[in-house]
């Protein structure tokens, strides 16, 4: 909740700040292609990527094209070490990757002036989800001399303590099922940067999103159908 207050102070102070400036001069741009990397509180340490293009409507109104590739966790995931050093997360049957597709609009609330100032806007977006559930393997020993690599399955991998590491990289990527749904956003932007040409800022949000089942990632705890999660969004780009 307390991002969600953060959000409701920003609003408050926009107008003292789009006051502020007015005359800040011209700063206007018609297309931009942005790159960002996303943290959020579903994922891990970096929790995708995203590509936007957007393009100008008015002067202070934008739409614009988004792709975004997440890793969604349970909340509950909780990495181990092994004694071999290797880190996996126990318990954990299955991954989910969101390939987010969306479209949106951006109402610009406060412009910089040219080499100096931050911008502030207002963006929501929304679009189909395809979730990519691909599952987890661990190596687990079965005798002093027998080692397994296999998807975790509660009735069979019982200790953590057998657990040798996590499978190979992309192991099992064949066997992935896929889930529909959609999703929503709504975002502040603060854009930041000493030339009009390119642009840095970070996005701050919430974001929804729900499929046609519930997903399977730790069988041994409360799954989830609907997701929601606050995030920010670091981004650099370009604008002409």
């Known amino acids: ?21 007015e005359d800040a001069g011209n700063y206007d ?12 509180t579903n994922g891990g340490l970096i929790g995708g990527v995203s590509l936007k293009l957007g393009w100008a409507i008015d002067d202070d109104l934008f739409q614009f094209f988004q792709l975004e590739l997440a890793n969604v966790k349970n909340p509950k995931e909780v990495r181990y070490n092994t004694v071999l050093g290797n880190s996996y997360i126990f318990g954990k ?4 990757y ?14 910089k002036a040219p080499h100096q100032g931050v911008q502030v806007s207002i963006l929501g977006a929304l679009g189909p989800t395809f979730g990519l559930i691909a599952p987890y393997f661990i190596e687990y020993s079965i005798s002093r001399t027998e080692t397994v690599r296999q998807q975790y399955d509660p009735e069979v991998h019982q200790s953590r303590f057998n657990v040798l590491g996590p499978g190979r990289l992309f192991e099992g990527l064949g066997e992935s099922e896929i889930a529909f749904g959609g999703h929503a956003k709504a975002a502040l932007c ?4 000493f030339f009009k040409s390119s642009v840095t800022g970070v996005e701050l949000g919430y974001l929804l999103e729900g ?9 041994t705890t409360e799954n989830r159908q609907i997701f929601q999660s606050v995030y920010f969004t670091l981004f650099y780009g370009f604008r002409r």
């Open 190 to 193: 603060f854009e930041f940067g």
């Open 98 to 111: 969101a390939i987010r597709p969306q479209y949106g609009r951006e109402l610009r609330l406060f412009q």
């Open 29 to 40: 741009y018609d297309r931009e292609v942005l790159f960002g990397i996303n943290k959020n």
């Open 1 to 21: 909740m307390k991002y969600i207050y953060l959000v409701f102070l920003f609003l408050l102070s926009i107008h003292e700040l789009k006051a502020q400036g």
């Open 211 to 219: 499929f046609n089942k519930e997903i399977e990632l730790m069988p």
């Open 93 to 96: 049957s299955n991954y989910l």
